[in-house]
C-alpha cells in the first residue's frame, strides 16, 4: 500500500480485527480513521536518533498559509489535538486532556546549558507587523458556557506531585524589553479589580508573597480583609 508518506521508515496502523483502520489519501489529503475497541495508539511514530548535534523532530508538521487573494478572516492552524467526550457518553473519572506534552531523563543531564522543558512555545521573527488584534506567545482561552457544579475552576493549574523543590511558579527574564508583569484591561469594580480605596488599609493581617527581583529577595503585600 502506497501511502505518499516521506521520511518514515515504518507506518505502523493498530486496531482489533473486528474493528475499522483505513488509510487514504484524497486529494492530496490523508486521513487515518481507527476504531480500536481497547486502548492504545492511533497512530504511533517512534524514533531513536544517534545525533550529537543539531535537533531530531520526532514529528515535523509545518502548514505554510499562502492567502489566493487578501486574507481578512481566514485561521490557520500548525496543529490541532482536541480530546473530546462524545454526545451521549458519560465519564466519572480520569482525564480529558487536548494535547499533552512530557519530558522523561532516563539517563543523565549534565550541562549548565541544558534547557529541559515539557513544552516551548515561540513567536519567530520576520515578516511585516502592521497592525494586530494581540501578539501573545500563549492563549489561554475558554467557550465553556456551562455550570460547574463541583470543584475547582481555574485557567492554569499548577502542581508539584514530585519531590524536588521548585525556585519559582514563574521565571520572567525581562531584561529591558518588557514592559509591565500583567495588565488587567477591566476597570470595573467586581471580583477582580477592587474600587479605589484606603480606608481598608489597615494592615493588621498582611501576608507577604515571596519573589525574586534582580536576585535579591522580595516581598510582595497582601492585606487580609
Not at 51 to 63: A, L, M, R, S, W
Not at 89 to 112: D, E
Not at 176 to 186: C, D, H, P, Y
Request: proline content about 1%; some cysteine.
Amino acid at each position: 500500500m502506497s501511502t505518499g508518506l516521506t521520511n518514515l521508515s515504518r507506518l505502523r496502523l493498530t486496531g482489533d480485527d473486528t474493528e475499522e483502520t483505513v488509510l487514504q489519501a484524497t486529494d492530496g489529503v490523508h486521513k487515518l480513521h481507527t476504531r480500536p475497541a481497547a486502548g492504545g495508539y492511533c497512530l504511533e511514530v517512534k524514533s531513536e536518533p544517534t545525533i550529537i548535534t543539531g535537533t531530531h523532530y520526532g514529528i515535523e508538521c509545518t502548514v505554510d498559509a499562502k492567502p489566493s487573494a487578501s486574507d481578512t478572516g481566514a485561521g490557520v492552524r500548525g496543529g490541532g489535538f482536541i480530546g473530546r467526550l462524545y454526545t451521549g457518553y458519560t465519564k466519572t473519572g480520569g482525564s480529558l486532556i487536548g494535547g499533552y506534552s512530557q519530558i522523561q531523563n532516563n539517563g543523565t543531564l549534565n550541562g549548565s546549558g541544558i534547557q529541559a522543558v515539557a513544552q516551548y512555545a515561540l513567536i519567530e521573527d520576520g515578516g511585516t507587523w502592521t497592525a494586530v488584534g494581540h501578539v501573545a506567545v500563549s492563549w489561554l482561552d475558554s467557550h465553556l458556557d456551562q455550570t460547574v457544579s463541583a470543584g475547582i475552576k481555574s485557567f492554569q493549574y499548577i502542581t508539584n506531585n514530585g519531590d524536588t523543590t521548585f525556585d519559582n511558579v514563574f521565571y520572567v527574564y525581562a531584561g529591558n524589553k518588557i514592559t509591565n508583569l500583567f495588565t488587567i484591561e477591566s476597570t470595573t469594580d467586581g471580583d477582580l479589580v477592587s474600587a479605589s480605596t484606603t480606608s481598608d488599609y489597615t494592615f493588621t493581617k498582611t501576608r507577604k508573597i515571596k519573589i525574586n527581583v534582580g536576585g535579591v529577595t522580595c516581598y510582595l503585600i497582601a492585606d487580609e480583609v
